[in-house]
């Protein structure tokens, strides 16, 4: 059974429109994560919640936010979307802090048009 | 800040041994993990080492030297199936976030 799932699993929007990606967790972790991969890079931290702490990476950009309504829940605001921001985008999730081990979601490879 | 170096690719024969290195440098380590991840997938975990040495999980093995900033990843038995990338990436003391490194690419031919 799937434990980190993210919807959907290709999105597509345009140029400034704005969309958000979401990812539910039935791990009942603390800790959740949304990390951002373009082509041949490595998974880049944007964010992540230690319960509904949010923590903020300081080069990530102001046009991405989060929501993290329950335990469950965690989502990907981006207000106005670049061409740049054309990416695999991570949900992980951690039981806790300090618990090694972080679980991925399938991703959603966002379009932007 | 935080600093990881891996080959970007690799290639290796099916049936043999491969090693992928990986060298960091970062203030306050707290742990190297190995991640793999097959093409348009999410990155599963494979390892984990915080302390120096050699941690054996079947056909995959992790070894680390803190004192180095060097951690190897090692393949025995290649299949086919472990044509992936291969992440190194790390954790600072007290976050809880990890660092990716850029990636190995290995292509297992027959």
């Known amino acids: 059974d799937a434990m980190v799932i993210q919807n959907p699993r290709y999105q597509v929007t345009q140029f400034g429109k704005p969309v958000t990606l979401s990812c539910s967790q039935t791990?009942?972790?603390?800790?959740m994560y949304w990390y951002q991969q373009k082509s041949s890079q490595a998974p880049k931290l944007l964010f992540h919640?230690?319960?509904?702490?949010?923590?903020n990476e300081a080069d990530t950009p102001d046009n991405f936010q989060s929501r993290r309504p329950n335990t469950s829940f965690c989502f990907l605001d981006i207000r106005s979307p670049g061409l740049g921001d054309a990416a695999m985008y991570l949900c992980?999730?951690?039981?806790?802090?300090?618990?090694?081990?972080?679980?991925f979601g399938p991703g959603t490879r966002l379009t932007v048009t | 800040g935080q600093n990881i170096d891996q080959p970007t690719e690799m290639t290796a024969t099916e049936g043999a041994i491969v090693q992928i290195n990986c060298t960091y440098q970062?203030?306050?380590?707290?742990?190297l993990f190995w991640y793999q991840q097959h093409a348009g997938e999410a990155p599963t975990f494979l390892s984990y080492?915080?302390?120096?040495g050699l941690e054996e999980k079947g056909r995959f093995s992790s070894f680390l030297s803190r004192s180095k900033g060097y951690s190897y990843l090692l393949l025995k038995e290649l299949q086919m199936k472990d044509s992936a990338s291969y992440l190194c990436?790390?954790?600072?003391?007290?976050?809880?976030?990890?660092?990716f490194g850029t990636g190995t690419r290995l292509t297992v031919i027959p």
């Open positions: 970062t203030s306050g380590f707290n742990g």
């Open positions: 919640y230690y319960d509904k702490d949010f923590n």
């Open positions: 990436a790390v954790r600072q003391t007290g976050a809880n976030n990890l660092f």
């Open positions: 992980a999730t951690s039981r806790d802090r300090g618990t090694h081990e972080q679980y």
């Open positions: 791990l009942n972790h603390n800790v």
């Open positions: 080492n915080v302390l120096d």
